[in-house]
């Protein structure tokens, strides 16, 4: 196993090296300059733009740059933000839980509602229950994120007055948040009704961010099962007098996990990067309204620290998914 | 009274371009302790008939039977519930492809003492000593580390007998070996089967043996029934057939075994088994019988009697294979 990982682990460097060498260009291909947004409708005057430039190392060709900017990156100094001043490093790691909290929430709501329901459709093949989940997937997999969420709110927090309009926690409630994850700081807080709080607050961000993947899980257990299910070793299974329970729930959606971890992993990594109309209509201070501002902020640090740290997290899913195979199929195990 | 019996037995599949008729009428009687083959081409329906029998057919298919009796129940009774409590137990059944008939994700350890847990309710102890018994009657080698094998590091011959010892693990009445040799090396088909014969001997159980293989019928079956395009042509026992096969087809296929020829080309039938569009109207073997009259071409024969092996035939023969080869 430590072999297998070492390998893979191997494999992650070129993929950085390109992560790195991609962000560091991405952003300087951008129109735009980072000083004379810097100084906003007031402008700067030429000897202090030059003074700037100096200052920020833009007067140095663009490999030696590079070449600065990757020795840090190998230091673990991902270098400051020109609009805070404060490390990219700090930024992301106060924000990334908030993010991280969020994602998990919604592949955890997508997998126990897509895995089950993915299941029941194969096994109940054209039948009413098949047709209904098929065509709500599409639906939801095909529906505009933002609209979604506006729906939501709309009923959910506007008319019944259920749930929450945005960000994290109620107000009434306030402690240090060590961790960055609301629900343990709120559990940990001892504080009466903070953790009911958190949970109310994630719930429709949650919602919002799961739709797709819980539209694509299903449809790929749904399919992963029907493949299955024709297998010679479900007759064998079924020869043996299980019952159906069994011989689904064992032995035909061990072997159709494969396909469908795959799906949830790359969900994951997509959700990690991804989740900005979510924390943008939600207030959620996460890293993907970060990334945006940053990007129109032409703050060259922090664009290129968060993809790269983005990426890193992605190549982490990765390589957990990779190692979910194993534990799953015995026959990728020996490889 | 018989063991197993089913009488006028038919099975039709709903398809895309219509209902289309796997098994029809078919009739099979197994006497306890006895060996029964079921010989035919391939689409005879020898495999649909028993899988309709233990309940495992899609939903696609609709089983109808006038009796369908094991073991003095009725089957066509039986909840999907009681079902389940016979089969796997009573009645187990070994199917063609070993390799892919045992679960990937599972070692072989789990999968035979699944049953052992369902039907006889072993605790785990119990369960691990059965196991190795059990092995060690399939003729396993090192039975405590083959338990722990996954399917793919066994070979199809060491598979096979793990699906055999999973079969026989509750003591079945009767096992249904549905080309238990098909997909292996010839050296291993004999080990097999003698295996199979073996077991049959020592435990007492009925033998059901499903194959194209006139040899395999002549070593191992007491009975044989021939089935063609999802009739019974012909039952006689073994000798008999062998000796006299009232029905043309069970003639051409005696006579296209190879110990048999005696022209330098090996004699065959001409034409498949008809599928779902090109039925004939009179007697299913009519398009590729070389006896077959206007009559036979028309009308749909009968089965005649005991003995003339019930030939579904016009005109059943009588004289011996050999003097008319």
Redesign the interface.
Known sequence: MLRFIFSRLLTFLPTFFGVTLIAFAFIRVLPGDPIIVMAGERGVTPERYQELITQFGFDRPVIVQYWDYLKGVLHGDLGHSFVTKKPVWDEFFTLFPATLELSLCAIVFATLLGLPAGVIAAVNRGKFFDRTLMSSALIGYSMPIFWWALLLIIVFSGWLGWTPVSGRISLMYYFDNPTGFMLWDALWSGQKGALWSAIHHLILPTIVLGTIPLAVIARQTRSAMLEVLS???I?????????PFRVNGV?AL??ALIPVITVIGLSVGTLLAGAILTETIFSWPGIGKWMVDSIFRRDYPVVQGGLVLIAVMVMIVNLTVDMLYGF????IR?R | MPLLELRNLSVDFATASGPFRAVDGVDVSVDKGEILAIVGESGSGKSVSMLAMMGLLPWTATVTADVMNFDGKDLRQLSPKARRKIIGKDMAMIFQEPMSSLNPCFTAGYQIKEALRLHLGLDAKARQKRAVELFEMVGIPAPEERLKAFPHQLSGGMNQRVMIAMAIACNPKLLIADEPTTALDVTIQAQILDLLTGLQRDTGMALILITHDMGVVAETAERVSVQYAGQKVEEQPVADLFATPHHPYTSALLAALPERATERHLPTIPGVVPGQFDRPEGCLFSPRCKFADDRCRTVPPVPASADLGFARCHYPLSVSAEAEA
């Open positions: 297998e010679d070793y007759r064998t299974a079924r020869a043996k007098g299980l019952a032995h061990r072997n799953i199929n015995p026959k020996k």
